[in-house]
């Protein structure tokens, strides 16, 4: 009995708009978690867009004047910049001007108007962002920064490798729709992950993934959304038209060792439709996923874990 493995110590929060949970094995230091839960609220006071202060915050303010931010934020906005040219814009940092136009969170759901949302649509442009070391510009006053695309992974990296550097060696971080797994189970064996099935109450799987030291992300027309004349409006926005991608999926799923690269991939993925989504995975080393389509068939790339 004196062997016997210490129970996994768990703390859940409300971050980043969403419930996280966090559970570590193999340790009884609380102050982990603790320190854990600090990095959480530090990250999110630094990349919110809507918190007062932040950098992300302060950018926006700034309406095209050079902002000295922290690196770590100069550093993911580059990296944001990198997706939106992979992507061939899908994926746009920029984006603030048309979500802030939508409202998926009170009970007077909107549609706004083309005229307001082509307007939002000229100051929606990543290649107009410019980053000199920890320095930020935006070249058009109008345009505003959200990270909410990658945000989330990004932090998620960071609480691993804080994990890692004391001595946790298996651990599952759950921040939302973003799962990181920080090694294997306790006996070794591999974390069975379930996804959600689009639509249907939390925790009701359409699939699971058998995964190791990796992280799973989801994006889903199903997160948030309302429905208004018989038309579903959901939060994945096109930076192309300002309304909501209309491409018959339901979610997009990415597997990969990065959970910084699975966030951006799978809002990426998802507004580049099943066909162009699936090439792109495939063209990516270390990068698996899980398309749901409308019709809740599943389709997964070529090595997707089953």
Request: charged share 20%; proline share 4%; net charge negative.
């Amino acid at each position: 009995c004196q062997n016997r493995e210490p129970e996994p110590l768990s703390k859940s929060g409300f971050y980043f708009d969403t419930a996280i949970t966090l559970t570590v094995y193999g340790t009884e230091d609380e102050s982990i978690l603790d320190q854990c839960l600090s990095l959480c609220r530090d990250y999110e006071q630094m990349l919110s867009r809507t918190i007062t202060g932040s950098d992300i915050n302060l950018i926006n303010l700034g309406h095209g004047k050079p902002v000295e931010v922290h690196s770590e934020t100069a550093a993911l906005i580059k990296q944001a910049i990198t997706y939106g040219q992979l992507s061939g814009g899908i994926f746009d940092c920029s984006i603030a001007p048309l979500s802030t136009l939508w409202d998926f969170r009170s009970e007077t759901h909107r549609v706004p108007s083309s005229s307001k949302l082509k307007s939002a649509l000229s100051h929606v442009d990543y290649r107009k962002i410019k980053v000199n070391e920890n320095t930020v510009t935006l070249e058009d006053p109008m345009m505003e920064i959200d990270l909410g695309g990658i945000a989330k992974g990004f932090i998620a990296d960071q609480i691993k490798e804080y994990l890692k550097s004391q001595n946790v060696s298996s651990a599952l971080i759950n921040l939302g729709g973003n799962v990181l797994a920080v090694g294997n189970k306790p006996d070794g064996s591999l974390w069975n992950i379930g996804i959600q099935r689009p639509f249907s109450s939390a925790g009701t799987s359409i699939a699971t993934a058998a995964i190791s030291d990796q992280s799973l992300v989801t994006s889903g027309v199903y997160e948030r959304y309302f429905e208004k004349d018989g038309v579903l409006y959901h939060h994945l926005l096109n930076p192309s038209t300002g309304y909501p991608f209309d491409n018959d999926l339901y979610s997009v799923t990415i597997l990969s060792d990065s959970s910084t690269e699975a966030d951006a991939l799978s809002t990426t993925c998802f507004g580049l439709g099943l066909e162009k989504g699936m090439e792109m995975v495939e063209s990516l080393e270390g990068v698996e996923a899980l398309f749901v389509t409308a019709d809740e068939e599943l389709h997964y790339s070529s090595d997707f874990p089953r």
